[in-house]
């Protein structure tokens, strides 16, 4: 029971590169989420989703895409990476909404050059 | 706009004391708050919860305190112990303010010193 993985660990991009962050779940949790975690702001929701084939977005979404085609996995897209997008990206899980526990990923750090 | 916030970036306490973490919010739909500890290199984990019908809730040496009329919760670790040196981050939700939109604060680095 691996719990939430995330690929990559580290990445870095040039401005106007994109790329695509996997998450991956085995704990047939319906609900993912995809935070960024900034030096003094906490991390702060970009995109969730409610359940396979379903996305919504969250607190600053815009920079970003994200696809939920199979249940365990939620991606994270960056279409045109800006310098602003350095940040460390957390990927969670939970069974329910948001009163049910989240169970977070290790993070991938991200560095926009 | 930060609508959780935690104002103290670090704290450092000796082991065996008390450890108090404090968390002030601003938007008054949050009926939901909860705790997690991060260790360097690893993601947040859930610490402790308390919905806003209760003032007090305990698990062995975490208790978070809520003050709903101050917009204020803490979180006391009695008594400290080196392995709780992490950061902590507050979080808040509610269900009619968007029941999937959590919002944390920034965080406090603890440092229980042997």
């Known amino acids: 029971n691996a719990g939430v993985t995330q690929t990559p660990k580290f990445r870095v991009l040039k401005t106007g590169q994109s790329m695509t962050l996997l998450c991956a779940q085995d704990?047939?949790?319906?609900?993912m989420y995809w935070y960024r975690q900034d030096p003094g702001m906490g991390l702060r929701l970009i995109h969730y989703?409610?359940?396979?084939?379903?996305?919504a977005k969250g607190e600053v979404p815009d920079g970003y895409n994200v696809s939920r085609l199979k249940k365990q996995n939620f991606l994270l897209g960056l279409e045109s990476a800006a310098p602003s997008q350095t940040s460390v990206y957390f990927c969670?899980?939970?069974?329910?909404?948001?009163?049910?526990?989240?169970?977070f990923g290790p993070g991938t750090r991200l560095t926009v050059l | 706009d930060q609508q959780v916030k935690q104002n103290s970036p670090s704290l450092s306490v000796q082991e065996g004391r008390i450890s108090i973490l404090n968390c002030d919010y601003t938007n008054s739909m949050f009926d939901y708050f909860l705790w997690y500890k991060k260790y360097p290199a690893e993601g947040p984990t859930f610490l402790i919860s308390?919905?806003?019908?209760?003032d007090k809730n305990e698990d062995g040496r975490f208790t978070v305190f809520l003050n709903k009329s101050a917009k204020h919760l803490s979180l006391h670790i009695v008594p400290s112990q080196p392995g709780d040196s992490a950061v902590y981050f507050c979080a808040a939700s509610g269900a009619d303010y968007n029941n999937n939109d959590m919002r944390f604060g920034a965080g406090t680095r603890l440092t229980v010193k042997p």
């Open positions: 989703s409610v359940g396979e084939g379903t996305t």
């Open positions: 308390i919905s806003s019908i209760k």
């Open positions: 704990m047939n949790h319906e609900y």
């Open positions: 969670a899980s939970s069974y329910g909404g948001q009163t049910d526990t989240q169970y």
